[in-house]
C-alpha cells in the first residue's frame, strides 16, 4: 500500500482515547506504546511482506530484522514474536517454509526474544512477517515527534535496499550486491537503539517502505519542524547508483514519490536515478536519528568503537515550506 492511500484510510479513523495508550497511530509512528505499570510499558508492532530474495531463509531473516526495527526505533526491547504466515500449500514444496521460519526463528532468539506461537493461511503467494512485542521504560521511550532545530540528523544503514532486490527479482544482480544487500537487511538495529537511548536521542524512526525521504516526513511533520539533508553524505550501498540507472525501480517507488511531491524540495542539480535513490523503499533499513550536536559527536565515536559505520546526513532547522530540503 502506498503513504498516500494509507493516510487517507488513517485519517478516517476515530483517535482512541485512553489513558494508557502512549503512542497510537496520530503520528505514523513506528509501533504503539501501551503503560502497564507507573515505569513500564508495551511496544507492539507487525509487519510481513513476499519474498525479496531468492533464499528462504535469508528471507525468514530479513522478515524478522525488519519487524524488531519497530520495536528499536522506539527504544525499546523485545520480548516475544507470533509469525504471520501466508502459504501456496500444494504448489510450493513445504521445506521451503520450513527454511523461512527457521530463518526468523534464529533473528529472533540474536534479538534476545522468544517465538511463543503463530497463524497460517493457504494463499496463492507466500508471504511471512511477525507480530513482535517488548518492553520499555516510560522515560525512555523515544518518538518520532521530538526532533529540535539544530539537531543532528543520523542515519545507521546505507540506502538502496528496493532498487537492488528489485534487480535480483529480474535476475540482474551481481552476485558480490546479493550478498552485501542481504547482510545489511539481516543487521539488527539493537546496537544503535542502545546507543540513541544512552545518548538521549530526541526522537528516531526506521526506514523502511515509504523511503528515507517519506519517514523523514513523518518525523519532521510530527515535531513541527523542517529536516535539511546532505545527499553526498547519505550512504549508499555498493553499485546502487549503476542499478538505479538501469532502472530497476520497485512498485512503491512512484508511490513515496507521489505522496510527497508538495512536502519535499529537492536541489534542480539531481538527476532521475538520484532522486530515485532518496524515493527508494527500504525493507530492514537504518534508524534516522535526531540528536543534539554534543550528543550526536559521542554517539558517532562510541559506534566507531563498535565498528558501526553511522552517517551525519543533515540537521533539523525551524520549519518552512517544505518540511525536507535535499541539497
Known amino acids: ?49 513476499p519474498p525479496i530474495v531468492d533464499d528462504p531463509y535469508a528471507f525468514g531473516q530479513i522478515a524478522a530484522a525488519n519487524a524488531l526495527s519497530d520495536i528499536y526505533a522506539m527504544g525499546g526491547k523485545p520480548l ?38 503463530g497463524h497460517s493461511i493457504k494463499d496463492k503467494e507466500l508471504k511471512y512477517g511477525i507480530a513482535v512485542t517488548g518492553i520499555i521504560d516510560i522515560d525512555k521511550v523515544i518518538k518520532n515527534s521530538g526532533a529540535q532545530v539544530g539537531d543532528i540528523l543520523l542515519l545507521t544503514k546505507p540506502l538502496g535496499t528496493g532498487i537492488i532486490t528489485t534487480a535480483i527479482k529480474r535476475s540482474a544482480a551481481q552476485v558480490d550486491d546479493v550478498k552485501t544487500v542481504t547482510a545489511m537487511m539481516t543487521q539488527l538495529n539493537n546496537a ?17 517502505g515509504y523511503g528515507l525521504l517519506g519517514h523523514a516526513y513523518e518525523m519532521a511533520s510530527a515535531s513541527g519542524v523542517s529536516l535539511e539533508l546532505e545527499f553526498d553524505k547519505v550512504p549508499l550501498l555498493p553499485n546502487l547508483m549503476k542499478y538505479s540507472i538501469a532502472g530497476f525501480i520497485p512498485g512503491g517507488l ?6 510527497l511531491e508538495d512536502k519535499v524540495q529537492l536541489s534542480s542539480q539531481f538527476d532521475k536515478a538520484q532522486v530515485d535513490v532518496l524515493f527508494d523503499p527500504q525493507t530492514s533499513g537504518g534508524l534516522l536519528i535526531s540528536l543534539s550536536e554534543a550528543n550526536a559527536e559521542l554517539f558517532q565515536a562510541e559506534a566507531l568503537r563498535l565498528g558501526l559505520h553511522i552517517a551525519n546526513i543533515g540537521r533539523v532547522v525551524i520549519q518552512k515550506k517544505h518540511f525536507i530540503i535535499v541539497n
Open 254 to 259: 512512484n508511490a513515496n514519490r507521489e505522496y
Open 1 to 49: 500500500m502506498g503513504p498516500k492511500f494509507l493516510a487517507e484510510v488513517l485519517r478516517g479513523l476515530p483517535i482512541e482515547v485512553n489513558p494508557n495508550l502512549l503512542v497510537g497511530f496520530e503520528t505514523s509512528d513506528d509501533a504503539g506504546i501501551y503503560k502497564i505499570n507507573d515505569r513500564q510499558a508495551l511496544v507492539q508492532t507487525v509487519d510481513f511482506f
Open 192 to 208: 544503535a537503539s542502545e546507543l540513541m537511548v544512552k545518548f538521549g536521542a530526541h526522537a528516531a524512526t526506521d526506514i523502511t
Open 80 to 117: 516475544t514474536a507470533l509469525n504471520i504466515v501466508a502459504f501456496p500449500l500444494g504448489t510450493m514444496p513445504q521445506e521451503i517454509l520450513g527454511k523461512i521460519l527457521l530463518g526468523g526463528a534464529e533473528k529472533i532468539k540474536e534479538a534476545g526474544a522468544v517465538i511463543v506461537g
